[in-house]
């Protein structure tokens, strides 16, 4: 069983276009994360929710707008997606409850491409 | 945010051990240690965690200095598929991460 999957794992689009990442855990965790890891290949988050509640949202355009149904899925919605969107992206999951004191679980990415 | 610095890429040869060293000056108190790995086109892999005392798991050891200035990442006994980035971040309670760029780890068969 996969623990944090995300779908698509690639997705090829249009400048211009809207798009939606999913992902799910079934670790139980109380918090999901969304990073994206660009050309350079450093990895930076943009956005945490621990039980449907956003709790950090950084720096991101308010292109990007995460959803989070459940504590189980945490979706990322992309409007107007530019040429600089493009990256990988991947979801997270963890406790918080444990504070610093716990691993975080990755899925496998979902690499975005815009054309 | 709380940097780590690592240095770019390391050699080990298949079967060897490994110690891959990180930097974190600025550490605070309640920053916890946690390395992850990342092959090619998967997630990062977590690998181990520490406060302040040496941690060992079936992964790998961290040592920690005592001054938590630094620590070192040891895989006893490196294998090809041990081949990553590695990556050593501080985590915050504030959970505002940034990876850097890691060490890559090439193993010489």
């Known amino acids: 069983d996969t623990a944090v999957s995300q779908t698509p794992k690639y997705l090829v689009t249009q400048m211009g276009n809207d798009k939606s990442i999913k992902c799910e855990q079934n670790?139980?965790?109380?918090?999901m994360y969304w990073y994206k890891q660009d050309s350079k290949k450093f990895l930076k988050i943009m956005f945490s929710?621990?039980?449907?509640?956003?709790?950090i949202n950084e720096t991101v355009p308010n292109r990007f707008s995460p959803k989070s149904p459940d504590k189980a899925h945490l979706n990322l919605h992309i409007n107007s997606l530019e040429l600089g969107d493009s990256a990988v992206y991947f979801c997270a999951s963890s406790f918080t409850g444990q504070g610093p004191n716990y691993g975080y679980t990755f899925g496998s990415g979902t690499r975005l491409t815009v054309v | 945010d709380a940097k780590t610095t690592q240095p770019n890429s390391m050699e080990s040869n298949e079967e060897e051990p490994v110690h891959l060293p990180c930097n974190h000056s600025t550490i605070s108190g309640t920053d916890y240690i946690h390395w992850y790995r990342q092959l090619p086109s998967q997630g990062p892999e977590y690998v181990i965690h520490g406060l302040t005392s040496n941690v060992n798991n079936r992964m790998a050891s961290l040592a920690i200095a005592e001054d938590r200035k630094s620590s070192t990442l040891i895989l006893h006994r490196a294998t090809l598929r041990d081949a990553a980035v590695y990556y050593c971040i501080l985590r915050r309670r504030d959970d505002k991460i940034i990876f850097g760029k890691g060490t890559r780890l090439h193993i010489l068969p």
């Open positions: 929710y621990n039980n449907k509640e956003l709790i």
């Open positions: 670790l139980g965790h109380d918090t």
